[in-house]
C-alpha cells in the first residue's frame, strides 16, 4: 500500500450548519468535525516522535507511517475552514469548547506513556475505519438531498481514513504487541482499553459540542420544528444502531485486524476526484 496524499479543492463559502436534511445527522457530523482538529496534528507528533522506535526488520510501516502523517496533515486543514463556517453562524462557543479536547490531548502526551498515546490513537483510527464504511454503503438516505461540499470533505476524509486504517494498529503492535504474552496483555487487552477510552472520551466531547448547537437551535424553533428535530432524533439514533454498533463489535474479537476489513464500494472510485483532473482536485497539486 502506497498511501497518495490528495489536495481537496473544496467550495465552503455556502455551506450551511443544517446542510443535510436530518438535523440530528447535521449536528452529530459537525459535533465530529470538532475532533480532527485538535486530534490529528496530535497524532502527527506522537508518530513523529514513535516511527524512530520501529523495528529496523519493519520498512514498510515505517513508508506506511510517512504516507500516514501526509495524508492526515491535509485533514485536518480541511475541517478548519469547514469548522469556521460553522462558527461564524452562530455557534462561537465551539472554539472555545474546542481547546478543551486540545487540552487533553496536551495532557496524554505529557503525561501518560506511549503505549497509552498509541493505543488511543488505534482507538481513535478504528472508529474511522468504520466510519468509512458508514459513509459509502450505509448513508444515502441521510445524504439525501445534502450539500455536496459537505458530503466531498466527509467522504474524502473517511476514504482516507479507511485507505491508513491498519497503520496506528501496525505501529501499536510493532512496539508493544510483539510475542506471545505481549501480544495477549497489549494487543488485545490494553488495546482495548485504548480503544474504549478513545471512544468514550471522543464520544464525550463531540456530545457537549452537539447539544450546545441544538440548544442554540431551539431558541429560534417553532413548535413544528421542534416536532420534526425529536422525529431526526429518532431516526439517527437508529440509523446509526443499524449501521455504526455492529461494525463497533468486531473491534472487540481477539482477531480483529483492520487490514483485514473488506474495501467499502465504490471508495477509490470516489477518490479519484480528488486527484489529477478531478472535480475536486486542487488545480496544480501534485497526486
Ligand atoms: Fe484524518
Ligand atoms: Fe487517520
Same mark, same amino acid.
Given at each position: 500500500m502506497t498511501l497518495k496524499v490528495r489536495y481537496p479543492d473544496i467550495?465552503?463559502?455556502?455551506?450551511? #450548519?443544517?446542510? #443535510?436534511?436530518?438535523l440530528a445527522f447535521s449536528h452529530d457530523r459537525n459535533a465530529s468535525? /470538532?475532533?480532527? *482538529? &485538535?486530534v490529528e496534528p496530535w497524532l502527527i507528533r506522537l508518530l513523529q516522535s514513535a516511527i524512530?522506535?520501529?523495528? #529496523?526488520?519493519d520498512p514498510k510501516l515505517r513508508e506506511d507511517v510517512l504516507g500516514f502523517i501526509r495524508q492526515e496533515s491535509q485533514h485536518y486543514k480541511q475541517h478548519r475552514l469547514f469548522n469556521d463556517r460553522l462558527i461564524e453562524q452562530?455557534?462561537?462557543k465551539l472554539r472555545e469548547l474546542e481547546q478543551e479536547l486540545a487540552a487533553d490531548l496536551e495532557r496524554f502526551l505529557k503525561d501518560r506513556s506511549l503505549k497509552f498515546c498509541l493505543a488511543y490513537a488505534d482507538g481513535f483510527e478504528s472508529l474511522g475505519a468504520i466510519s468509512g464504511q458508514v459513509w459509502f454503503e450505509n448513508s444515502d438516505e441521510m445524504l439525501e438531498g445534502a450539500d455536496p461540499n459537505a458530503e466531498a470533505l466527509w467522504k474524502w476524509h473517511m476514504a482516507e481514513e479507511f485507505e491508513h486504517r491498519e497503520v496506528c494498529y501496525d505501529i501499536y503492535h510493532a512496539l508493544f504487541g510483539r510475542g506471545i504474552w505481549n501480544g495477549i496483555v497489549n494487543g488485545y487487552f490494553y488495546r482495548l482499553y485504548g480503544f474504549i477510552f478513545a471512544m468514550v472520551h471522543l464520544r464525550g466531547f463531540a456530545a457537549k459540542l452537539y447539544n450546545y448547537m441544538i440548544e442554540i437551535d431551539k431558541e429560534t424553533m417553532s413548535e413544528a420544528d421542534k416536532e420534526k428535530f425529536e422525529q431526526d432524533e429518532k431516526d439517527f439514533k437508529a440509523f446509526q444502531k443499524k449501521h455504526f454498533f455492529a461494525p463497533l $463489535?468486531?473491534? /472487540? $474479537?481477539?482477531?480483529?485486524? &483492520?487490514?483485514?476489513k473488506r474495501t467499502p464500494r465504490g471508495l477509490f472510485e470516489y477518490l479519484? *476526484?480528488?486527484? #489529477?483532473?478531478?472535480?475536486?482536485a486542487k488545480a496544480g497539486a501534485r497526486g
Open positions: 467550495d465552503y463559502s455556502k455551506i450551511k #450548519a443544517h446542510w #443535510a436534511r436530518n468535525s /470538532f475532533i480532527p *482538529q &485538535p524512530e522506535k520501529i523495528p #529496523a526488520d452562530g455557534y462561537p $463489535l468486531k473491534n /472487540f $474479537l481477539p482477531w480483529y485486524d &483492520p487490514g483485514n479519484r *476526484q480528488f486527484e #489529477a483532473g478531478g472535480k475536486y
